[in-house]
């Protein structure tokens, strides 16, 4: 009969250290940028390129070519149609 370091515990309960519990508290409310309140800090970003198909940002024309020839290859890649104009007014999001 071999004890090993890993075996459980008998009857003896785990205690939760406060440092733990603040970390779990933290990690459910931050926003991580996910979900329809992450949609509208992604989409303020700036974009140089968008799909035109299907509204896909990319930064870079680079990025934009990938994701053509992953999710679009049936059709030409048209790199003028993907510019994003810089030009326009825009919503806050300076802060």
């Given amino acids: 009969f071999?004890?090993?370091?890993t075996m459980p515990r008998k009857a003896k309960p785990t205690k939760h250290t406060t440092k733990e519990l603040q970390r779990k508290q933290f990690e459910a409310t931050v926003n991580r940028g996910g979900g329809s309140?992450?949609?509208?800090e992604r989409f303020q970003a700036k974009v140089k390129f968008m799909c035109p198909i299907c509204k896909t940002p990319a930064p870079s024309e680079k990025s934009m070519a990938d994701h053509?020839?992953?999710k679009h290859s049936k059709l030409p890649y048209e790199p003028e149609k993907c510019q994003?104009?810089?030009?326009?007014g825009g919503g806050g999001g300076g802060g």
């Avoid at 309140?37 to 509208?40: D, L, M, R, Y």
Wanted: proline share 6%; hydrophobic share 25%.
């Fill in 68 to 70: 053509w020839s992953s």
């Fill in 84 to 88: 994003q104009s810089d030009g326009g």
């Fill in 2 to 5: 071999i004890l090993l370091p």
């Fill in 37 to 40: 309140k992450g949609k509208e």
